[in-house]
């Protein structure tokens, strides 16, 4: 029920243990199996089986683990059933996973979504036995009424795109390459994808306030951020997530919101300032003339004045600042949960990069479609008009740094399946290939 590996715990080691349990030393021999396995599961089913950060390096959890003492003296203390039952998480998204885990071994037992479709684009008017073949796995999805039509009709274009848009495609009606391929993945796949969100939903089995009643969840391969208020999705955008290079990924990771900035300046990273800007000053010093250079007390340099081309990436003495102004690269808008991974969320000016499909183009930093919007929700709780407030320090041109009154907790997940509120299952790409490395780990320990 849990997506466990029930190996891990031996009910019938435990039996034949109490069964045996003829004398003292064999009865505390028994509790002790009793005791052990108790906490594996306890473990397991609360906080996870793996420790997430040895299996991928860019996910940072602190997981919640129990204290051992005290998982064992809440039996002795309240009904075992009760503490049992109470042990798994009690948070929503992780029993919607739970019914969609169990629908879908129902499904796999009654022989899953049949045939895979062959066969190049389908579209409305199309006809043969291509479409018979989307047809039926369309029907045992879930995504159509059961029909006996052999033609690419309203209802299957109409079906088509309900499963484009369960699945992140772009919701055109069409079954192109992308699409069909999503289609013939098999329910094993998926079965899986939906034990991976449950494991990855186990580390993050906090109580609040560490949770936030109030939160931000930006799920790095659905390319969405969410502000989340007491578990209803309360403000959604698109995102632009870290580029696939192992060095721009977008790390998994939860810490607080304290502030945004208005009117902000780039402080251009280090790595990007040596590796991309510093080849580029070599052969024009005038490159990228809309960003200064700075020396060690923050002065402006005279490009002309400097010889680039003595530099190394070790031994660069300046630093660089991209001022306030609409073409900044952070656009008008950043918001800060200072972390020594110096990500953070932001405007952007590269607007054109959210009508994409795939939105992974950044250097690990999360760009914002509705930043402005996003900025009103979060001053709504302290400012009676907050689209006025915001847009009065926007018109100053200055660079402003607005405190959150109240923090907000912000999480950063990777999550490939997730239930929507309304109960529809939805499956993302493995876009950093970190659900693989999981699984993996997942099949070692059982």
């Known amino acids: 029920n849990h ?147 052999a033609v690419f009709d309203a209802d299957m274009e109409a079906a088509v795109q309900r499963f484009q848009s369960a699945h992140g495609l772009l919701a055109d009606g069409v079954a192109g390459s992308s699409t069909i391929e999503e289609v013939n993945i098999g329910l094993d796949t998926r079965l899986r994808q939906v034990i991976l969100a449950m494991e990855r939903q186990r580390w993050l089995n906090w109580e609040d306030p560490e949770r936030g009643s109030r939160h931000v969840l930006v799920n790095i391969p659905d390319y969405h951020a969410y502000v989340i208020d007491n578990e209803e999705v309360t403000f959604e955008t698109r995102v632009v997530v870290g580029a696939t290079p192992s060095n721009r990924v977008t790390p998994e990771f939860s810490d607080t919101m304290e502030h945004m900035v208005i009117n902000p300046s780039w402080y251009v990273p280090r790595s990007i300032v040596t590796k991309e800007y510093l080849p580029k000053l070599k052969n024009n010093p005038n490159a990228h003339s809309y960003i200064e250079i700075t020396d060690n007390r923050g002065r402006v340099v005279n490009r002309n004045s400097v010889d680039f081309s003595q530099f190394t990436a070790r031994s660069f003495p300046f630093a660089m600042r991209q001022p306030p102004s609409s073409r900044n690269a952070l656009g008008l808008v950043k918001f800060m949960f200072p972390n020594k991974y110096n990500i953070y969320l932001h405007d952007t000016p590269q607007k054109s990069l959210f009508g994409r499909e795939v939105r992974a183009y950044s250097h690990g930093c999360i760009r914002l479609q509705k930043p402005f919007d996003f900025a009103y929700a979060l001053l709504a709780p302290q400012t009676e008009n907050p689209k006025d ?58």
């Open 389 to 446: 407030y915001f847009h009065r320090v926007l018109n100053s041109g200055k660079e402003t740094k607005v405190s959150l009154e109240t923090k907000v907790p912000v999480h950063l997940i990777y999550r490939t399946a997730f239930v929507s509120q309304d109960g529809r299952a939805e499956f993302r790409r493995d876009i950093y290939g970190r659900d693989a490395k999981i699984w993996s780990a997942l099949e070692r320990a059982g």
């Open 3 to 149: 997506g466990l590996p029930a190996g891990r715990y031996d009910p019938d080691a435990l039996r034949a243990a109490f069964m045996d349990a003829d004398n003292p030393y064999s009865r505390g021999q028994a509790e002790i199996m009793a005791s052990a396995m108790f906490l594996r599961y306890a473990h397991d089913v609360q906080s996870g089986i793996l420790d997430p950060g040895e299996v991928v390096r860019e996910i940072h959890r602190d997981l919640p683990r129990r204290d051992p003492t005290d998982l064992l003296q809440s039996l002795v203390d309240a009904d075992p059933y009760e503490v049992m039952r109470a042990l798994p998480p009690a948070h929503p998204e992780y029993l919607r996973l739970q019914r969609e885990l169990l629908r879908l071994t129902r499904m796999a037992n009654e022989g899953g979504w049949g045939a895979s479709v062959y066969g190049g684009r389908l579209e409305l008017g199309d006809r043969g036995q291509s479409v018979v073949q989307l047809r039926d796995r369309l029907i045992r999805m879930g995504y159509m009424e059961r029909s006996a039509t």
